[in-house]
């Protein structure tokens, strides 16, 4: 009856390093066993509620976790029309903070913008606005779970990188069993599929995360239908649908939020706090992580956030919407208390995209690590520790979720690492700061270490279907790696052929081929850059770009190529090179197909 009230007796005998292991691996928090909170956090994710079980005698003491809903409809079997039995709810990478709050209910707020129009043909759509680190996203999620009741399914999308959007829309055509037709595209047969339901059925909850481009977004929504589109952008301006603005908390409801973390501060101290983190809700989230784990006093942390003095230039170079200093000050006060390798793990993270990282990135190829972080990386103990700590500081989220391919192929579970984009604009802001720290003793750079690490567990066979989870699960962050590549210009060999097997992985999968365009003329580029013209490696990225230029029709400018190429082997290789001779075939091909018979 007390575990179910959320209340249990402390023992004077209690162990109090073990305590001390389990909250490092985020198990506990401070040094009770949180129970209450434990029950808290199920109920605001919608779990069911644990069951407690024991006899008479207390000879046993068992704890039942019924399955999330959630992942009940993942695997649930699909009935004879191709709806799953279960509803659809489908939010993969993101958690909910057990310490959400919404002081001006802006929940209720979106709930009524959605529902206001009462139509069954037309789309209700709502664009959740505001700087980085004001919680779109745990606003987007907390209402998806509230109101998963008032929808036929629940589909989450992420919006911030195109190419990964048009495989979901695959991903989701494949869940609930929608044909895909050679001449109509997954985002069309989406769109089709909602405009044919019925209108008396309950309508579906779309969306959209992280979308920075409303223009190329646009083909994307669904067109008809009494759905409801929801979009969480940093973009302020989202013509013919309705808006909800997030800002920055005021002095007061950033110090109710505070209060309720650190009830046992003055009302002064924590005043002073948000006025110094400027009520940002994120920098004040990793603030209350750091002062729960270090037991400090309020005033000392505020002293020592003073004395960083950044500039708020510093983030306003990159994609942080000119937030204030407020996230690098607090990022930095946990940096210094973090472990060498939780640093080194950091670092490596704000080199990848926002989405999830699978954690087989790191501890797969670990001799690609740093240094600091390859003990951890072949350690699953050392391991969970180190990730343990980021989360901790509240720096990381580490969801569990199942990877799939573009069709909803499952691969395996994976353990993922996501950070926050403007948590990782400040790592990268603070390492500019202090550039000896990103350094390994061999001279290897952060950066390069991403390089390697991918490189090592992008599969070389990207066309096989086998793959295609991983290819799916890694694209979003190779691709990424083309913001940082010009800077650093770094182990451009690796970089070109990673460029490569995603293009491979892009055409023989999602069929995503003007992208898969773009990233073999990039990896020819930097090819030709850093070995020549008539290397054996650049005279194969010219050869496989020819050949994507045929899939695409454009036969003169395959014929271009191959003709340059044919003449660079035949230079360099001579006639009877098997390269050459290859060379000759691929162009004899191009020319039929163009009704050069003679050529």
């Not at 190419?163 to 044909?179: G, H, N, R």
């Not at 086998?466 to 650093?488: G, I, N, T």
Request: glycine letters at 6%.
């Amino acid at each position: 009856d007390t575990l179910r009230a959320g209340k249990i007796t402390a023992r004077c005998y209690r162990n109090r390093r073990i305590g001390e292991f389990l909250r490092r691996l985020g198990l506990t928090e401070e040094y009770a066993t949180g129970i209450n909170k434990i029950l808290t956090a199920m109920s605001e994710n919608g779990s069911p509620s644990p069951e407690f079980k024991t006899d008479e005698n207390r000879t046993y003491f068992e704890v039942c976790l019924p399955v999330h809903p959630a992942m009940l409809a993942m695997f649930s079997p699909m009935d004879e029309s191709g709806i799953a039995n279960a509803q659809a709810f489908h939010l993969p990478e993101m958690r909910l903070s057990p310490h959400f709050v919404d002081p001006l209910n802006h929940l209720g707020a979106l709930r009524l913008q959605l529902t206001s129009k009462k139509s069954t043909s037309m789309l209700a759509a709502t664009a959740v606005q505001g700087m980085g680190g004001v919680g779109k996203t745990q606003l987007a999620l907390k209402y998806s779970y509230q109101f998963r009741s008032e929808y036929a399914g629940v589909w989450w999308f992420s919006a911030a990188n195109l190419d990964v959007l048009e495989t979901e829309c695959m991903a989701f055509c494949a869940a609930q069993q929608i044909p895909l037709s050679p001449n109509t595209n997954a985002q069309q047969a989406l769109s089709d599929w909602l405009a044919a339901l019925p209108a008396s059925a309950l309508p579906w909850l779309l969306v959209y995360d992280n979308a920075d481009d409303a223009k190329a977004l646009k083909k994307f929504l669904p067109h008809a239908g009494g759905h409801h589109v929801l979009i969480t952008s940093r973009l302020v301006s989202w013509a013919g649908m309705g808006a909800l603005h997030l800002d920055v908390w005021t002095g007061a409801q950033a110090l109710a939020f505070l209060q309720a973390r650190l009830p046992h501060e003055s009302e002064g101290a924590l005043l002073a706090l948000t006025q110094v983190l400027d009520g940002l809700p994120l920098a004040l989230e990793q603030a209350c992580a750091y002062l729960g784990n270090h037991h400090i006093a309020v005033e000392a942390y505020i002293k020592r956030v003073t004395q960083l003095g950044y500039d708020i230039a510093l983030l306003g170079r990159e994609d942080s919407d000119g937030c204030a200093n407020s996230v690098l000050a607090t990022l930095s006060l946990a940096f210094d208390r973090l472990s060498a390798p939780a640093q080194a793990l950091l670092q490596l993270c704000c080199y990848l995209a926002p989405e999830p990282v699978p954690e087989y990135v790191f501890t797969e190829e670990p001799g690609n690590l740093p240094e600091s972080l390859q003990a951890a990386g072949r350690d699953q103990f050392l391991w969970r520790e180190t990730v343990a700590e980021l989360e901790c500081y509240a720096l990381c989220q580490v969801p569990l979720l199942l990877q799939a391919d573009f069709m909803g192929n499952n691969g395996v579970t994976q353990r993922c690492l996501v950070l926050h984009r403007l948590t990782q604009t400040a790592v990268r802001a603070w390492l500019g700061t202090n550039p000896g720290v990103g350094e390994a003793k061999t001279g290897v750079n952060v950066f390069q270490h991403v390089i390697m690490l991918l490189s090592g567990v992008f599969p070389y066979r990207a066309d096989a279907p086998e793959h295609w989870p991983r290819c799916h699960s890694l694209m979003p962050h190779v691709q990424r790696l083309a913001a940082f590549y010009a800077k650093d210009n770094v182990e451009p060999q690796r970089y070109a052929g990673l460029l490569a097997q995603l293009a491979t992985y892009l055409k023989y999968g999602p069929a995503l081929m003007p992208e898969a365009l773009r990233l073999e003329r990039l990896a020819l580029a930097i090819k030709q850059a850093a070995l020549g013209e008539d290397d054996p490696a650049t005279l194969i990225s010219l050869g496989n770009l020819a050949m994507t230029l045929v899939s695409l029709g454009d036969l003169h400018g395959a014929r271009q190529l191959q003709e340059k190429t044919l003449d660079s082997h035949r230079r360099v290789l001579g006639e009877e090179s098997l390269d050459t001779l290859i060379s000759m075939n691929n162009l004899a091909a191009t020319l039929w197909h163009q009704g050069d018979l003679p050529g």
